[in-house]
Nanobody, 125 residues
Framework: QVELEESGGGSVQAGGSLSLSCVASGYIVGFCLGWFRQAPGKEREGVARIESDGRTTYADSVKGRFTISSTTSSDDMKNTLTLQMHSLKPEDTAMYYC????????????????WGQGTQVTVSS
């Protein structure tokens, strides 16, 4: 069983920065980890993901502004996933979710079995 818990959301003015963290508890070796977001009235969209071999993928809308990284504990039972967000725009306003899955690593939200509760990011103009 994998549990995900996000933190770090908040409110910031356009052009500012925020860092989101997600603690993934459980045996997560080989998992794909990532972030999705959902703005009011919009579909959930993949923001960034990191594969078990370290390869990263970003949505075009955040490339060059967001950075995803992860660190794993020595016993492979905990991973801290981080999303550094810079040059934030009002259109980045959304609920951000940490996700994990061992089967797939895609930008399709239904591919991910494990989801955190979400953390709100609000960017004002």
């Amino acid at each position: 069983q994998v549990e995900l818990e996000e933190s770090g959301g908040g409110s910031v003015q356009a052009g500012g920065s925020l860092s989101l963290s997600c603690v993934a508890s459980g045996y997560i070796v080989g998992f794909c980890l990532g972030w999705f977001r959902q703005a009011p009235g919009k579909e959930r969209e993949g923001v960034a993901r990191i594969e078990s071999d370290g390869r990263t993928t970003y949505a075009d809308s955040v490339k060059g502004r967001f950075t995803i990284s992860s660190t794993t504990s020595s016993d492979d039972m905990k991973n801290t996933l981080t999303l550094q967000m810079h040059s934030l725009k009002p259109e980045d306003t959304a609920m951000y979710y940490c996700v994990a899955d061992i089967r797939y690593c895609s930008n399709v939200h239904s591919d991910f079995r494990y989801w955190g509760q979400g953390t709100q990011v609000t960017v004002s103009s």
